[in-house]
């Protein structure tokens, strides 16, 4: 479905409205940064206005000019032609109050996790003795980087199967200047990553279930499918990650995994292990934490 009619606004505050009318005509999915229409349409107005996405300081009823007025239709219309998640027309995404590159090489960084890694992962660790992470399928980096980011004292090793994803994540590193505590390397899950003992071991996986992939819309299927399915029950990566992170932690370590709508799967897979499932201020769940002890004890239901 393409916009109709001649855009007819003047100023942000009515290019927003405009542009918002046309996602609800278009029938668009949002979930990737935001959740409705009139949200999805300042992010991408205040994108082409170079302004803060709450136009903060920014006058919203001053007159745009024409080439102004032009960009804001085009980037609706790919909006609603292409069914691509806004952040890969703008090639910017937000996780934990920090900005990333994104392309189609890689997921659009939505975990609830950023609200964990902004909190220092208090009260699970102590931040004072973590000094090892390992990031297991960092796609675009963000959680890495964000790690890196929230717990100066920490190196962060990040793995991913996607040469592709590395290369965004390569760039997103020297964006945030961290390339002396992030390390990448490429793994298919823990296959390549050298034995070591790490503080923290924290992933999002692919765990999207075969009925799941089947049903996603336009805007999800624009995404990496490698970075989304995992299988009939959206486990074949988890289970795997079960099996063999006890063998790369600490005594003292801890594993954070996201699941997402596979937690109830994962919870009759698994029904004796004791999954301590995280709570989020937004309300997002499915991000389990088990620690070392938990996984050295339940390896043999794991294997």
Same mark, same amino acid.
């Given at each position: 479905m393409s916009v109709k009619g001649k855009p007819d606004f003047v100023s942000a505050r009515e290019a927003v409205q405009w542009a918002a009318a046309q996602f609800d005509a278009a029938q668009v999915y949002f979930g990737h940064g935001t959740d409705n229409a009139w949200d999805e349409a300042a992010y991408l107005v205040a994108h082409v206005l170079q302004v803060p996405w709450d136009y903060a300081g920014f006058d919203v009823d001053a007159a745009l000019s024409v080439a102004q007025q032009? *960009?804001?239709a085009q980037i609706v219309q790919a909006r609603i032609e292409q069914r691509v998640p806004a952040p890969y027309l703008t090639h910017e995404a937000w996780f934990a109050g920090l900005p990333f @590159?994104?392309?189609? /090489?890689?997921?659009? +960084?939505? %975990? +609830?996790? *950023? $609200?964990l890694i902004h909190d220092?992962?208090? +009260?699970?660790?102590? =931040? #004072?003795q973590t000094r090892q992470v390992l990031d297991i399928g960092t796609g675009s980096g963000c959680i890495a980087i964000a790690i890196a980011h929230y717990l100066p004292n920490t190196h962060v090793d *990040?793995?991913?199967i996607s040469e592709d994803a590395l290369a =965004? *994540? /390569?760039? #997103?590193?020297?964006?945030h200047h961290l390339e002396a505590r992030v390390h990448l390397m490429q793994s298919d899950l823990l296959q390549r990553v050298p034995k070591k003992r790490y503080d923290i071991i924290i992933s999002n996986p692919p765990y999207v279930d075969a009925q799941d992939m089947a049903q996603l819309p336009e805007e999800f299927q624009r995404e990496p499918a490698l970075g989304l399915a995992a299988g009939v029950d959206g486990l074949d990566l988890v289970r795997r990650i079960l099996r063999d992170a006890g063998e @790369?932690?600490? +005594?003292?370590? &801890?594993? &954070?995994? $996201?699941?997402? #709508? %596979? $937690?109830a799967a994962l919870a009759a897979a698994f029904p004796q292990v004791p999954f301590t499932w995280l709570a989020f201020e937004q309300g997002d769940d499915g991000v389990f934490l088990l620690d070392a002890v938990q996984l050295r004890q339940y390896h043999p239901v794991f294997s």
């Open positions: 032009q *960009a804001i @590159y994104v392309d189609a /090489r890689v997921l659009v +960084p939505r %975990s +609830p996790m *950023a $609200e220092q992962f208090q +009260p699970w660790i102590d =931040v #004072n *990040a793995c991913d =965004v *994540a /390569r760039q #997103n590193i020297q964006r @790369y932690l600490q +005594p003292h370590g &801890i594993l &954070i995994v $996201e699941v997402g #709508n %596979s $937690e």
